[in-house]
């Protein structure tokens, strides 16, 4: 069974940074794209990053461009989103979810995770 954990969420200051791991289970997480997402109360979810089967390329929003890393480790299954100079703002559950290439168009995604919440506060 086809399956993804999001793991790493917390309560952090704002301007701290966070690491948040997506762990497959279940099948080869190198044959898939990955995508980082996150649905705020009241709002819709949003796509944040994404990264390609073999890590080769990335996008993210611009609303954590120059502020976050995306990347991968084939050998573990596991894919990672970090964000740096965390605000207010990027209090949401994070997904992720697997599909065939990398985007941010959410409806490209047949596969998610159960997400993880993250909570900027002071």
């Known amino acids: 069974q086809l399956q993804l954990v999001e793991s790493g969420g917390g309560l952090v200051q704002p301007g701290g940074s966070l690491r948040l791991s997506c762990a497959a289970s279940g099948f080869t997480l190198d044959n898939y794209g990955i995508g980082w997402f996150r649905q705020a109360p009241g709002k819709e979810r949003e796509g944040v990053s994404c990264i390609t089967r073999n890590g080769g390329s990335t996008n993210y929003a611009d609303s954590v461009k120059g502020r976050s890393i995306v990347s991968r480790d084939n050998a573990k299954n596991t894919a990672y989103l970090q964000i740096n100079s965390l605000k207010p703002e990027d209090t949401a559950i994070y997904y992720c979810?697997?599909?065939?290439?990398?985007?941010?168009?959410?409806?490209?995604?047949?596969?998610w995770g159960q997400g993880t919440q993250v909570t900027v506060s002071s």
């Open positions: 979810a697997a599909g065939t290439y990398c985007s941010l168009d959410r409806t490209h995604f047949r596969s």
